[in-house]
T-cell receptor, first 117, second 117 residues
Framework: AQKVTQAQTEISVVEKEDVTLDCVYETRDTTYYLFWYKQPPSGELVFLIRRNSFDEQNEISGRYSWNFQKSTSSFNFTITASQVVDSAVYFCALSGLRAGTASKLTFGTGTRLQVTL | EAGVAQSPRYKIIEKRQSVAFWCNPISGHATLYWYQQILGQGPKLLIQ????????DSQLPKDRFSAERLKGVDSTLKIQPAKLEDSAVYLC???????????????FGNGTRLTVT
């Protein structure tokens, strides 16, 4: 069975602070994909990144960076110099490649990020 | 490119009543998904269509939920009769292909927030 754990229910930071959102996953698959989605108050889930289990290189995109560590089954997300517009719920998700798992995204429970002035 | 369109945005019904949600995926997207997101939880897959055929409905409560995708474009999700525990946001998503989720990220609509009283 697949499972994604986001232990941080809610995080509050002041603008310009850096913040890291944690994600720990469980899967029996040897190959799999990991995702981060952002859900602003409008409700739409916005795709941020996907990473396959072969590639453990960290990735940076502007103020966003992701740290994938297969040894600890973690895929953490860092926002540098946070802004008020970053306020949203962030979901980590996992999918497999085997038949019956490739089409299913298993989501964590989400971390609500509140950025204030 | 127009996004995934869903309607209505909000719906309030009494238990045992019926309700239907509509989704128009991104043009050209063969795969369509319905997710249920209960407050405080991550989205959970209900059903997946590839064109007008059902690929996975293993988590759809078939005694009360039904979905169709006539002509392989628009889709409707129906609940009959509704229960209190059906209160949730129903998200529609679409993607270009099915083989692996990561080859074609899911694009989500804004969702329909259902309240059952």
């Amino acid at each position: 069975a697949q499972k994604v754990t986001q232990a941080q229910t809610e995080i509050s930071v002041v603008e310009k602070e850096d913040v890291t959102l944690d994600c720990v996953y469980e899967t029996r698959d040897t190959t799999y994909y990991l995702f981060w989605y952002k859900q602003p108050p409008s409700g739409e889930l916005v795709f941020l990144i996907r990473r396959n289990s072969f590639d453990e290189q960290n990735e940076i995109s502007g103020r966003y960076s992701w740290n994938f560590q297969k040894s600890t089954s973690s895929f953490n997300f860092t926002i540098t110099a946070s802004q008020v517009v970053d306020s949203a719920v962030y979901f980590c998700a996992l999918s497999g490649l085997r038949a019956g798992t490739a089409s299913k995204l298993t989501f964590g429970t989400g971390t609500r990020l509140q950025v204030t002035l | 490119e127009a996004g995934v369109a869903q309607s209505p945005r909000y719906k309030i019904i009494e238990k045992r009543q019926s309700v239907a949600f509509w989704c128009n995926p991104i043009s050209g997207h063969a795969t369509l998904y319905w997710y249920q997101q209960i407050l405080g939880q991550g989205p959970k897959l209900l059903i997946q269509f590839q064109n007008n055929g059902v690929v996975d409905d293993s988590q759809l409560p078939k005694d009360r939920f039904s979905a169709e995708r006539l002509k392989g474009v628009d889709s409707t999700l129906k609940i009959q009769p509704a229960k209190l525990e059906d209160s949730a946001v129903y998200l529609c998503a679409s993607s270009l292909e099915r083989r692996t989720v990561s080859n074609s990220p899911l694009h989500f609509g804004n969702g329909t927030r259902l309240t059952v009283t």
